[in-house]
């Protein structure tokens, strides 16, 4: 018996389409069900690497040491990861490098679960007081023109960008009991 392969929504195809016409050579990342398609892209093309992170503020540290080795990198997260990078943001200012990140987003639309919450309401705040430009992304048809606009600051024009992804994006989650 053979698998199906998974289908992405357009938006994440979109999506890895923008990183992989920009030259990303490694995409960093904390496994997680938004980002899903595009993990799976990368982890599928040959001149992608893909680095699993234990924590998203390693994908900082990692996505910098390819700018010097040469190469675009790209971290992906969940926005409770970005309470995990504030301190390691601080190498992004002090070295000046440039930084793109895809964040979806969490505590926001028809959000069931009351620990995502605090985070998803300071995720952009705590990423502008760390000096990075945020950028949203909330119906499907605007995600590939602001991903490419944040990719070409971050890439072109040396600014530290980070998407966020609307909840609405991805749809209710709800616990499931098995």
Request: net charge negative; proline share 4%; glycine share 10%.
């Amino acid at each position: 018996m053979s698998q199906q392969p998974i289908s992405s929504p357009a938006w994440q195809d979109a999506i890895f389409k923008v990183l992989k016409e920009g030259g990303t050579k490694q995409i960093a990342y904390v496994p997680d069900a938004g980002h899903s398609g595009v993990i799976r892209s990368a982890i599928a093309d040959p001149d992608i690497e893909d680095v699993v992170l234990t924590t998203e503020e390693e994908g900082v540290a990692v996505v910098s040491g390819a700018w010097l080795g040469g190469q675009r990198a790209v971290l992906l997260m969940q926005s409770s990861g970005v309470g995990n990078c504030v301190n390691m943001f601080s190498l992004l200012q002090a070295a000046d490098f440039p930084f793109f990140t895809l964040v979806t987003m969490r505590g926001e639309y028809a959000e069931f679960n009351p620990w995502q919450g605090p985070m998803g309401k300071a995720t952009q705040a705590a990423l502008e007081l760390m000096g990075i430009h945020v950028l949203r992304a909330s119906k499907p048809e605007e995600v590939e023109e602001v991903v490419s606009a944040g990719f070409d600051a971050a890439f072109e024009a040396g600014e530290k960008v980070a998407v966020l992804l609307g909840q609405e994006l991805i749809g209710r989650k709800k616990w499931e009991r098995k």
